[in-house]
């Protein structure tokens, strides 16, 4: 199984950008894949997440309304549209598999997890 995480790059405050998360090597369809970040000197923390076979999300309240998870099941693929970044979103970001269940918002249960991507929001 492999999570090829991509779209990482420096942008001012204000911009938008869009990572990639590439998914391959087994099905996800009973699977939730999330997006993590983790800031220097922080924790990694959980940004959203989305099921992949009903399209369920989920959101920390820090990326509502400006933020935005979807899948390409073509593409086997999940993007993070991040809007309206802010300093405070410069962070490696990663995302990783699981099972949907009601802990999806959790680091806990997640089995595969892909390399970061370096988002660097500058103000």
Same mark, same amino acid.
């Given at each position: ?7 990482? =790059? ?5 911009? /938008? ?5 590439? @998914?391959?090597?087994? /099905?996800?369809? /009973? #699977? ?10 922080? *924790?990694? *923390?959980? !940004?959203?997440?989305?099921? &992949?076979? =009903?399209?369920?999300?989920?959101? @920390?309240?820090?990326?509502? =309304? ?6 390409? %099941? ?8 991040? %809007?309206?970044?802010?300093? *405070?979103?410069? @962070?490696? #970001? #990663?995302?990783? @598999?699981?099972? &949907?269940? *009601? ?17 660097? !929001? /500058?103000?």
């Amino acid at each position: 199984v492999q999570l090829q995480a991509s779209g990482g =790059g420096l942008v001012q405050a204000g911009d /938008s950008l869009r990572l990639s998360c590439a @998914a391959s090597g087994r /099905s996800f369809s /009973s #699977y939730g894949i999330g997006w993590f970040r983790q800031a220097p000197g922080k *924790e990694r *923390e959980f !940004v959203a997440a989305i099921r &992949w076979g =009903g399209g369920n999300t989920n959101y @920390a309240d820090s990326v509502k =309304g400006r933020f935005a998870i979807s899948r390409d %099941n073509a593409k086997n693929t999940v993007y993070l549209q991040m %809007n309206s970044l802010k300093p *405070e979103d410069t @962070a490696d #970001y #990663y995302c990783a @598999a699981r099972k &949907w269940g *009601e802990t999806i918002a959790t680091m806990a249960g997640y089995e595969y997890w892909g390399q970061g991507t370096q988002v660097t !929001v /500058s103000s």
